[in-house]
């Protein structure tokens, strides 16, 4: 079974490394979670966790790192060029490994500064496909972003996304938030308390940036707006120190009035612990079919696990042939590295033995590189092959998982204007392959 209650999530995107004392407010958010007993994950840019050091912090950086869930939020967050105008201009297995270089020291800062950090967060709209595939090389496996800026629809549930647990929740808070106390107090608690009732099937997140509980503006506006860079960078305009306690007052009031609700609050670490770790799923050929028949091509729900569109595609491949009782343990499998959608197929029968050939080819390609193949195989169109394979045409459901460009955030204010990366969501689509959901420890399992 699934949780029993929603799963609430309180993020704090830890960024303001120009604004002194924005340290302070966090300092006091931390004092107000730690009252009220709330867990929280907390995202550091590198910069911020460098500020900190910098300016002497030491007491704040140790309490930090005694926060279960600490997180990555980019190295420098809003500095031009961005991530997403970094790697817009450049091509998805270049960007991949630009994004390596470049996150990597902003890992090595918050690593030094506090701890290795476990999970990342993308700074503003700056949602990059190429973090699904990347981020266990900098040693996190968790891709906490917000159903709001990420590429990926609201997902109720955590979900595999490439090499991450992929979480994309609703935030249900009011925008801005932290701007708005103590305005806002009695607005953000009547949101949450219309969430009760829910259950594990739909998770939520609040949003928070210390920094905008003593700021009259985002700190990036400030100086990052519209692609270019006001020199010289200064801190944002603080509020007077009578509002500063008014608002960091009315957060606490918040914590004390939304810890009795009919949510069960967490953090990313206690939502690790409560899923299966991603493992291979043994099925049958016969398995596999029914459910892509029923359900299209991924996400795939079977009573013993769940596959991606990818690895439903090996599996039949693998299993083409062979008894319908034979099983087989189906591993990860990455998304093809050159793909696009084709026209449908214009016929789903094929010779036995050129079918044969091509869930070979499939079987070929995977073991040498771990993908499947991209649009063609043996001279054969991906989605004609599966067609071949399952023995009729069936939707690709996966493509359904990634917004339509007119509903993405490329109108943060930090992009430049008329910024329209593309390619990113192209790749977020050919990624997409992978999805699918991340069961919890507590569901129950068959063998059938």
Avoid at 215 to 243: C, I, M, Q, S
Avoid at 270 to 287: A, C, D, I
Wanted: hydrophobic share 40%.
């Amino acid at each position: 079974m699934l949780p029993l209650s929603a799963l609430g999530f309180i993020r704090f995107d830890v960024e303001d490394f120009l604004t002194s004392v924005s340290d302070d407010a966090l300092a006091s958010m931390l004092d107000s979670m730690r009252r009220w007993g709330m867990p929280g994950s907390y995202g550091i840019v590198g910069k911020k966790a460098q500020a900190l050091e910098a300016r002497g912090r030491g007491a704040l950086l140790r309490r930090l790192a005694e926060e279960p869930s600490l997180g990555f939020h980019s190295t420098s967050h809003s500095e031009h060029p961005t991530l997403a105008e970094d790697s817009a201009q450049r091509g998805y297995e270049e960007a991949r490994e630009h994004f390596l270089t470049r996150e990597a020291l902003g890992v090595e800062q918050v690593s030094q500064a506090i701890k290795a950090p476990r999970y990342f967060t993308q700074p503003g709209g700056n949602w990059v496909p190429e973090a699904v595939e990347a981020l266990p090389q900098l040693g996190m496996d968790v891709y906490f972003t917000d159903s709001f800026n990420s590429y990926v629809i609201d997902l109720g549930t955590p979900h595999w996304y490439g090499q991450v647990l992929h979480l994309s929740f609703p935030v249900i808070n009011p925008r801005p938030f932290g701007l708005g106390l103590p305005g806002n107090l009695r607005q953000a608690v009547e949101l949450l308390e219309g969430w009760q009732g829910k259950t594990g099937e739909d998770a939520l997140m609040v949003m928070l940036h210390p920094t905008e509980l003593v700021t009259y503006e985002f700190w990036d506006a400030v100086n990052f707006a519209h692609g270019r860079t006001t020199l010289p960078l200064k801190p944002a305009p603080t509020r007077p120190p009578l509002e500063q306690g008014e608002a960091l007052a009315a957060f606490d009031r918040y914590l004390q009035e939304i810890r009795h609700l009919d949510i069960e609050w967490c953090d990313v670490e206690h939502l690790r612990q409560k899923l299966v770790p991603r493992s291979p799923v043994e099925v049958t050929r016969f398995q596999v079919a029914a459910a892509v028949k029923e359900q299209g091509w991924g996400p795939l729900e079977l009573p013993q696990g769940t596959l991606s569109a990818a690895e439903a595609v090996f599996a039949l491949a693998a299993l083409h042939g062979r008894p319908d009782q034979e099983t087989l343990a189906v591993g990860y499998v990455a998304a093809p590295s050159d793909w696009h959608p084709g026209p449908p197929p214009p016929s789903v029968e094929a010779a036995p033995d050129r079918i044969t050939e091509f869930a070979r080819a499939v079987l070929a390609h995977v073991a040498q590189t771990g993908r499947l193949p991209g649009n063609q195989a043996v001279g054969v169109p991906l989605e004609q092959g599966m067609a071949w394979l399952l023995g009729q045409e069936v939707p690709l459901k996966f493509l359904e998982y990634i917004k339509a460009p007119p509903d993405l955030h490329w109108d943060w204010p930090i992009f430049p204007d008329g910024f329209r990366p593309m390619r990113l969501w192209e790749d977020a689509r050919r990624l997409a392959w992978t999805i699918k959901r991340a069961r919890y420890r507590s569901e129950a399992y068959t063998s059938r």
